[in-house]
């Protein structure tokens, strides 16, 4: 996927199409992308990699199952997250398997 899908800002990093982005691997190799290309003071580059690819799974996840699908076909990946919503799309993404057909 192409970094111009990425909207970055200080507050968060909106990326478009994101479902498209299946694997783990592929993830954190476009967020460390999406890091080198911005300032260091965006989002992208403030918050912790692995936390972005378990928000990133979860958005994947409910797009899987056809859950608000135009809401997480993209995923919005804000600066400050609440703790619950931190621990809620850490379990959520230990369900996503990016194989499953859709």
């Given at each position: 996927m192409d970094l111009t899908n990425a909207i970055t800002a200080k507050e968060g990093t909106h990326i478009v199409d994101s479902c498209l982005v299946k694997?783990?691997?592929a993830m954190r190799e476009y967020l460390n992308q999406l890091r080198e290309a911005v300032a260091p003071e965006m989002a992208v580059c403030q918050r912790d990699?692995?936390?972005q690819v378990h928000e990133?799974?979860?958005h994947n996840f409910f797009y899987k199952?056809?859950?608000f699908?135009?809401?997480t076909r993209d995923v919005d990946l804000e600066l400050k997250?609440?703790?619950y919503r931190e621990l809620f799309c850490r379990v959520v993404s230990f369900f996503y398997f990016w194989d499953f057909k859709d």
């Open positions: 694997s783990k691997q990699i692995e936390s990133w799974r979860a199952l056809h859950v699908r135009s809401r997250q609440k703790w």
